[in-house]
């Protein structure tokens, strides 16, 4: 069943600017992931944060979470064309299982 | 590139076809997973290899048949399947370990069932 859902589900910014998207859950977790897809494409992982993590950083990419209100936001700093794609949030509540949401449809405008 | 190959890329089958679809991994990995990705919809898990052992078979029709050979290779046969069918059905792999598991996938295979 779905355990992750973003926010919002799509985003429209200009090439330069920050895009954030926000990643709620309802279980407990081991970790949560980001992943990117670009159109018709298989998923390429980003970047994991565990659950005793509160940020953690990957190049132009910042990772929030909050265990106490279950969510997690992905931010991409100085956005170029080639970031357009949709993101998922996925949990692991373990037993090699991840919950992936209905992601978010980020397009950068040149 | 991930380390993980599908085939093919896009297949048409009629209801009435039988066909496979073929996932194969160079990563090292122990546990492959298939998912199932309709337009609008969160990826759904269809079934969880481990060490070639079908651990998670999450209410798929049995039209749609998995089959996992060894660690590097996965199947999913197909027949008699409906217009709904009609999905991007992708494969993925990680390593068993115990609370990282980052999941690596393939491109997928766009699937058309006229």
């Known amino acids: 069943s779905q355990q992750g859902e973003e926010d919002p589900q799509a985003l429209s910014i200009q090439e330069g600017e920050n895009a954030t998207m926000n990643c709620s859950y309802k279980?407990?977790?081991?970790?949560l992931q980001w992943y990117r897809q670009n159109s018709g494409r298989g998923l390429v992982h980003l970047i994991l944060?565990?659950?005793?993590?509160r940020e953690k950083h990957s190049g132009r990419l910042r990772v929030t979470l909050d265990t106490s209100k279950k969510s997690s936001s992905l931010l991409i700093t100085a956005s170029r064309a080639a970031d357009t794609a949709s993101y998922f949030c996925?949990?692991?509540?373990?037993?090699?299982?991840?919950?992936f949401g209905a992601g978010t449809t980020v397009t950068v405008r040149a | 590139e991930t380390g993980v190959t599908q085939t093919p890329r896009h297949l048409v089958m009629g209801m009435t076809n039988k066909k496979s679809l073929k996932c194969e991994q160079h990563?090292?990995?122990?546990?492959m997973y298939w998912y199932k990705q309709s337009a609008k919809k969160p990826l759904e898990l269809m079934f969880v290899y481990n060490f070639k052992e079908q651990t998670e078979n999450n209410s798929v029709p049995s039209r749609f048949s998995p089959e996992c050979p060894n660690s590097s290779h996965l199947f999913l046969h197909l027949h008699t399947l409906q217009p709904e069918d009609s999905a991007l059905y992708l494969c993925a792999s990680s390593h068993h370990s115990g609370s990282m598991n980052e999941q690596y996938f393939g491109p997928g295979t766009r699937l058309t069932v006229t």
């Open positions: 996925a949990t692991d509540v373990g037993d090699y299982k991840l919950s």
């Open positions: 990563l090292g990995h122990n546990a």
């Open positions: 944060i565990r659950s005793n993590e």
């Open positions: 279980t407990s977790i081991n970790n």
